[in-house]
Each structure stands twice: as C-alpha cells, then as structure tokens.
C-alpha cells in the first residue's frame, strides 16, 4: 500500500474528479455503450440495501458483474422495456470526493450523489454515497468497483429506469 | 352511517360478476377505499410475515395489516404475537424498529414498558391513577394470529374461521408444495426489495393472477435468459397451463406444469444453466440425490399462488401488498432461500431474484410501470368498464373452481368475487 502522504493527493483528487464527473455525465445523457466500456472486465457495479457489505451473500438492488452489465443496458436500448421507453430523464451531481486509499493501481474514492429524476412530469430526488474503485491503467481510470448505497436503501423506494 | 352505506350499496354496478366487468371507480373513490379498509382488510386473514424473518425468542419484525401498523414478535416461551404499535396511553408508536430482538417494548414518551405479548407490565408513577386502575385492561391491541407452513397471518376479526379453514385443502397443498423450494431445508426469507406504486391495491391483486402481460411486459426480461430458460417461461404459447379458483378469493396460475412438484423426477439430467452450481455443492460433499434436489429448488416452483388479499406465492419469491391510500400502494418482493443450505445455492437465488424483482430488477419496474399506467388511464372515460371476462368463454369446472386458460382471468374474477362477498357485509 503505497502511503497517502506520499501521493500528490491533490493532483491525484483532480483527476479522479474529472473522471467521475465525466462518468455521471455518461449516466445522464445515457451514454451507456461508452459507460460499458470504462469498465474492467471483472469489475462490479452494486447497489445494496442496508449497512451490510458481504454484497455476495445479501439481497441488493442489483449485483452487476460484466454480463449483467451488458444485458442491463441492452434491456434499456432495445426499446422492449416500457418503463425505460422513454426512460426517466436524470440530472446528477457528485460531490464531497475523498480518495480513501490508494493500493498498486486501484485507488478508492468515496463521494456523495444526488440526483433528481423526471418522468410524466414528476420530479424524484435521490442521494446516496457511492464508493468507486478506479484502476490505473496505461489508457487512464478504469472503473473496477461501484458502490452506491441510496439513503433508505433498505425501505419504500420506486422503480429505476437508469443507473445511479 | 346509512347514507354511506347506501352509496355502495349497488355492488353490482361496482362488479358486474356475470360479465366480469368492474367499474373504473373501484380504483379511484376514496370512499370506497375507506370502507375496503374496514370491511375488508380488518376481516380476513391478512398475511404480516415469515416466522424466519423474527426466528428468535424475542425477536420481532413491524408489519401492516391494511393501514394499521403491527408488531409481530415471538415471546419467551416461542409463541407469536401480533399487536397494533400504538402505545395505550396517548398514542405512540412503541417500536420504530423495522426487525430485531427485544425483551420488551417501552413507549418512548412516558415510559409504558409493554411484554412481549403485549400486556402491559409496568409505568412510571401508576399513584395518579389511583387503586382501581387495572393494567390488564391496557395491553397492546391484541390480533388474533395463526402461522400456517411458516406464513404467518394476523386478523382483527375475533370470530374468524381458523386460518388453516380460511385457505382450505387446496391452498394448504400448494403451500406445501411451494415451499418444497427449500430444497429439504426450512425456506428462509433473505432480504426484500420494497417499492411504491401510484396505483390502487386491486391493480395488483390482478397482476399477481395474469399470466397475459407476461411475455408482453416482460420481453425485455426474456431477452436475457439463456434459451432453456426462456422457453420454460414461454408458457402462453405452450398453454399447458391453467388458473384455477380455490376460493374464498384465492387462485392458483400454474405456469410450468413440470415445477408443479419440485420433488417429482429428481432423476432427471440437471438443466445446463446449474451445472456449475451443481459442481459447486458437489464440491462440497453432498451426495448426489441431494445435489440434485438442491439445484432443482433454486430455480422455484412453476407457479403463482394468490391468497386473498395481499399474498402471493410468485415461482421463486413472496409479492406482498400493502394498501397506503386509494392510489398508492406498496409493494415487497421477498427473497426467500434455504437455511443452512449451500452457499452457492443461496447466492444464486439471490442473484435471480435481483435479475427480476424490485427497483432495479428486469422486471419489476416493468410492472411497475403498467401499474401507473392503469391508474393514469383510468382518469379519462370513467363510464367504461376494466374487463375481466377473459377466458370465460372457453372456462370449465376443476377441482376445486372454475379453471381456465393460463392466461384467462379467472384468478382475478375469484378475487372480485370475494371482494363483493366481504364489501356486502
Ligand atoms: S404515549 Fe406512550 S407512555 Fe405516553
Ligand atoms: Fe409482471
């Protein structure tokens, strides 16, 4: 584990900055063949319910690993889902980035989202905290995890017909 | 009280049973709603939880029974207990705690300390009370609960049929039948998905019971099975199928004939989509017979079993309603696996359920989606009927009520009929 205080955490927040920016920016323009393809292979996309993190063992919201993914954005694209046809539209901010650790070529970032979703007219506001694993690679940031865990996770919730 | 009651007094209009026609108000008028939550939900059996959702003595899980809040524990000695969570004094909630394990519940704004089974036990200076003040008089409103098969099912109905009566023979076998997904394990319940819907209660009391939108709404779904799966799911083209009425409201949609006993023809191949689930128990030393057992368990059972009114036993997982207003209500999608089973076979089960259920599933917000649409829809042309009168035509008699096509609408004329028998009393 390479020491925080020798990284230029600066430079550093920057950079996973712009890069998680650019990825809500993805999400809200439902950019979603480009999104695919900041993954890793292996990487996991989850959002869970309640305190828990043994994620493989507990009921989530979804637990996507590179096929669920693909087959996730394929039922958005494809036109045959009536709640993604038109899907919600979605405004997101992300904020409040701490870079958590920085271990070989993966570093943790945690921050805070909000989004707001409009459909038939109605506007619903969503926040959670995310925890992304990004992987340095040669070609730049790969996401290899994210985790974002809305408040209420584990209660009364609505549909969702984009990601978070 | 008699104006009231006049107002719905023609049921007829409300459902039309010999045309199988309900009227575009049953989802709308807020009045109706109200007398919906006194005659019906607070005079049948309504289903408030799993007892491995509270295993423990002392442990407890807050659930509904139509609008009311309940509690519903088991105390010392294992029995269960179902109260309504409103302190006896002025009102409060005792427990805002969704699930957990306690010795006692004690009102936050006075102190009241209530026992497990709801009496009243003690309170801070009983002295302004004065001596004829009698505690047991001030226990927990009590409801009489039942379990049957681990389903556990609260009533504020005193004079209430046993539970066991209220389902009958043929509900009790599918029960038994549906629980058989434990794979020789007790069926245990492993998280829930919960989600709102701007629609009224009924919406998806018809839904648990149509076999019909299936292969429309859930296209999207299919799309991404492997193809043995989703022929297996294709069972409005094969139409070896059927719904049937058991009564009392309750139906069963048999989708996949050959999940119907997931004990019957354990000698067959595994499907190719768990072979590497069953290498994986294999793995860990359970003989053969028990593999395959297994396996066949994680992929649910063939059918949808509907009770009256806010139950289902939906192939792999159990769909729960909760009432909220006449346009809204709550949905839970509760996983279900296998206690002390494998692992692996835990996982999977979960992972199909998140392919599916809940917000983010393949499905769910699917449903969800033609759920709102039916309550959208039902703003414009108010005199038109909702058409439940599919399937009529080709429906005969079965074992226990009629039987229809799988996708007939038999299940939903059965709860309507039930519906019309409870709001004319
Ligand atoms: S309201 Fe519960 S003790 Fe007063
Ligand atoms: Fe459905």
Redesign the interface.
């Known amino acids: 584990m390479t020491e925080m205080s020798k990284i230029d955490t600066r430079a550093l927040l920057a950079d996973v900055t712009e890069f998680i920016w650019a990825e809500g920016a993805m999400l809200d323009a439902k950019e979603y063949d480009a999104w695919l393809e900041l993954w890793t292979e292996d990487g996991l996309y989850i959002m869970p319910m309640g305190a828990g993190d043994d994620y493989k063992n507990q009921l989530n919201l979804c637990y996507d690993n590179a096929k669920m993914r693909r087959d996730r954005i394929g039922r958005f694209q494809r036109g045959f889902s009536i709640s993604s046809a038109p899907p919600a539209e979605t405004v997101r901010t992300l904020s409040r980035f701490r870079i958590e650790a920085a271990e070989g070529d993966l570093i943790t970032v945690s921050c805070a989202e909000h989004l707001v979703e409009d459909k038939f007219g109605r506007q619903r506001i969503w926040a959670g905290n995310a925890l992304y694993t990004l992987k340095v690679t040669d070609g730049g940031f790969k996401l290899h995890g994210k985790i974002v865990r809305l408040l209420n996770s584990d209660g009364m919730l609505n549909s969702f017909s984009y990601l978070f | 009280m008699s104006l009231d009651t006049l107002k719905f007094s023609d049921l007829d209009a409300l459902y039309d049973e010999e045309n199988a026609l309900v009227a575009t108000s049953m989802y709308e008028d807020p009045d109706l709603f109200a007398e919906e939550m006194e005659k019906i939900f607070k005079n049948t059996w309504v289903w408030v939880a799993h007892e491995s959702e509270f295993p423990d003595k002392g442990s407890f899980k807050l659930s509904n029974v139509g609008l009311e809040p309940v509690i519903v524990v088991r105390d010392r000695k294992g029995v269960i207990h179902c109260m309504v969570n409103r302190c006896r004094h002025r009102a409060a909630t005792v427990c805002e705690v969704?699930k957990g394990k306690t010795s006692s519940f004690q009102c936050p704004y006075h102190g009241w300390g209530y026992g497990l089974d709801g009496s009243l036990r003690a309170l801070p200076y009983p002295e302004q009370y004065g001596d004829d003040f009698n505690k047991e008089q001030h226990g927990l409103l009590k409801l009489r609960t039942e379990a049957y098969n681990g389903m556990v099912f609260a009533t504020f109905k005193e004079d209430i049929e046993p539970l066991e009566e209220f389902l009958g023979p043929a509900v009790c076998r599918y029960i038994d039948l549906f629980m058989k997904q434990g794979g020789g394990f007790p069926v245990k319940v492993?998280?829930?998905?919960?989600?709102?819907?701007p629609m009224n209660w009924k919406v998806q009391l018809e839904n648990t019971t149509d076999a019909y939108h299936f292969p429309i709404?859930h296209?999207?779904?299919m799309?991404?099975l492997d193809g043995a799966t989703e022929e297996m799911f294709d069972f409005l083209d094969k139409g070896r199928g059927w719904v049937e009425d058991l009564g009392n409201g309750h139906s069963i949609m048999m989708m996949i004939p050959e999940l119907e006993d997931l004990d019957a023809d354990l000698d067959q191949p595994i499907p190719e989509r768990f072979e590497e689930l069953a290498a994986e128990i294999r793995a860990e030393g359970y003989p053969e017979d028990q593999v395959k057992k297994i396996v066949r368990a994680v992929g649910g059972a063939g059918f949808n079993l509907n009770l009256f009114p806010n139950v289902s036993f939906s192939l792999a997982f159990f769909r729960v309603l909760t009432p909220i207003n006449v346009e809204k209500t709550?949905i839970r999608h509760i996983?279900i696996g296998m206690d002390g089973g494998p692992?692996a076979a835990?996982?999977m089960r979960?992972?199909l359920?998140?392919?599916f259920q809940?917000?983010?599933g393949?499905g769910?917000?699917?449903d969800?989606?033609?759920w709102?649409?039916v309550q959208?829809g039902t703003k414009g042309g108010e005199t038109l009927p909702i058409l439940v009168n599919r399937g009529l035509v080709d429906e005969e008699p079965g074992p226990t009520g009629p039987r229809g096509h799988i996708s007939a609408e038999t299940g939903m004329r059965a709860a309507y009929k039930m519906w019309k028998r409870m709001m004319s009393k």
């Not at chain 2, 492993?190 to 819907?197: D, I, R, T």
């Open positions: 969704k492993l998280g829930e998905h919960q989600f709102s819907v709404v296209k999207s779904f799309q991404t709550d996983a692992d835990n996982q979960l992972r359920h998140e392919h809940g917000p983010m393949f769910s917000p699917d969800a989606e033609v709102e649409r959208r």
